[in-house]
């Protein structure tokens, strides 16, 4: 992470906004509670720090915390993803992407969320409009959106 901050030093218009765990984030097992609370974080900002990103990373490893568990915050200067905004979903994973991609449409797609609530009753949304959302690949079948790689074949991996 300090590397990639030093790298966005050249970019004083980009800056790293919010992190979290995959715990929350890249949740696969349909523990909603979980994608919200990092959903929430990514929306609202309601969890703010003065700590750099690497600053925030190191003190959850000096309490014990490996990478996936790390709380999702938003730094301070982040701003919470609002109208007009651009969101690429970059985890190749599918499985990991899935529930954070259905949350996000759902903002932009208001009527998509009584399938989320189907599963997490109550799952809050933020309404957003003229958002541009891409992902790595197609993460579920229904996903109509852009995405980077549209055909996958991986073949032989561990």
Do not use: C, W
Request: a negative charge.
């Amino acid at each position: 992470m300090v590397e990639f901050e030093k790298f966005l030093e050249d970019f004083p218009n980009v800056l790293i906004s919010s992190f979290g765990g995959r715990y929350y984030g890249m949740d696969r097992d349909n523990n909603r509670e979980r994608i919200q609370r990092a959903y929430d974080e990514m929306m609202f900002g309601q969890n703010q720090t003065s700590d750099t990103p690497s600053e925030y990373i190191l003190k959850a490893y000096e309490n014990e915390l490996g990478d996936e568990f790390i709380s999702p915050v938003i730094f301070i200067g982040g701003d919470d993803i609002a109208d007009g905004d651009a969101i690429f979903h970059l985890n190749f994973r599918s499985d990991r992407a899935r529930e954070m991609t259905q949350a996000i449409m759902a903002s932009i797609h208001p009527e998509l969320l009584e399938a989320i609530n189907e599963q997490q009753p109550n799952f809050i949304v933020k309404e957003l409009h003229n958002i541009y959302f891409a992902t790595m690949t197609k993460y579920y079948s229904d996903y109509d959106g852009p995405v980077f790689i549209k055909h996958l074949n991986v073949q032989n991996t561990l």
